[in-house]
């Protein structure tokens, strides 16, 4: 379900940028000052904030796991670990 939302919303903002693209690129009106950009460019931004804030809601909730260099326990378990095997084999 997170991971569903997540994509949607990725979705959502590459698709804000390609209207703003088109609306760049048409043939400029003589009424139109460019207003359809900026709000298609102002929805992508608001879909990258909502985003965000999802993704941060959704690590502290526990919906959804950081991988382990995030993780700084077990990030420095694990080099431990590492660490006293090599020293091992050099004792040897």
Do not use: C
Request: aromatic share 8%.
């Amino acid at each position: 379900m997170t991971k569903t939302i997540i994509i949607v919303l990725m979705v959502a903002m590459i698709a804000s940028l390609g209207l703003g693209l088109y609306h760049l690129l048409k043939t400029p009106n003589e009424r139109d000052t460019g207003d359809k950009v900026v709000k298609a460019l102002t929805w992508r931004i608001g879909i990258w904030v909502v985003l965000f804030g999802f993704i941060l809601l959704s690590i502290k909730l526990g919906w959804i796991k950081p991988s382990n260099s995030v993780n700084p326990e077990r990030f420095n378990q694990e080099q431990q670990q590492r660490i006293d095997d090599a020293s091992s084999k050099v004792e040897e």
